[in-house]
């Protein structure tokens, strides 16, 4: 078919996230405790479980991750990811989720996933040296978090 397996996945997990974050109680919870772990509590939402239960779907993820990738690669190197946080997290950032938590989409996270892979591979084709990728990366970060801040300010004032 042309597409590699790990796309497949992703695209299947990508949806399978957003259904269940949209579309259960599972996913209002989560979205409730990542506004306000607190008002999420007085609202009888057991917070602990919940989280508990984000940080093993989290853990068997990057273990399905890590899988797939050692597959691919033909061995497991405990060095692969090294030097991808800033990216990740950029992305991330791009895709629409909040650091003060409660924010972001599955869909957001991946169109800024997508435009991370473009403006990296870019950034490698015409040679942009790895110090500067990663300076324009922390600009983003820092306009992106910016313009969060703007946005909140905003919804507070109205």
């Keep these: 078919m042309g597409i590699p397996y790990i796309v497949l996945v ?24 990542g506004g306000n772990p607190e008002t999420a509590k007085f609202a009888g939402i ?4 919940v989280t508990f239960s984000v940080y093993l779907l989290c853990s068997t993820l990057a273990a399905l991750s890590g899988i797939l990738t050692a597959a691919r690669m033909g061995s497991g190197q405990p060095s692969v990811g090294d030097g991808t946080e800033m990216t ?14 409660g924010a972001g989409t599955i869909l957001g996270t991946v169109l800024g996933t997508l435009l991370m892979s473009v403006l990296s591979s870019g950034m490698n084709l015409v040679g942009v040296s790895a110090y500067w990728q990663k300076f324009v990366m922390g600009l983003i970060i820092i306009v992106a978090v910016g313009f969060d801040q703007y946005q909140r300010s905003q919804r507070k004032a109205a």
């Design 10 to 33: 992703a695209a299947v997990l990508a949806l399978a996230g957003h259904i269940i974050l949209k579309h259960t109680t599972f996913g209002r919870k989560v979205y409730a405790i």
């Design 46 to 49: 057991d917070v602990n479980r």
């Design 88 to 101: 990740v997290i950029t992305a991330v950032i791009i895709g629409g989720v909040s650091l003060n938590g």
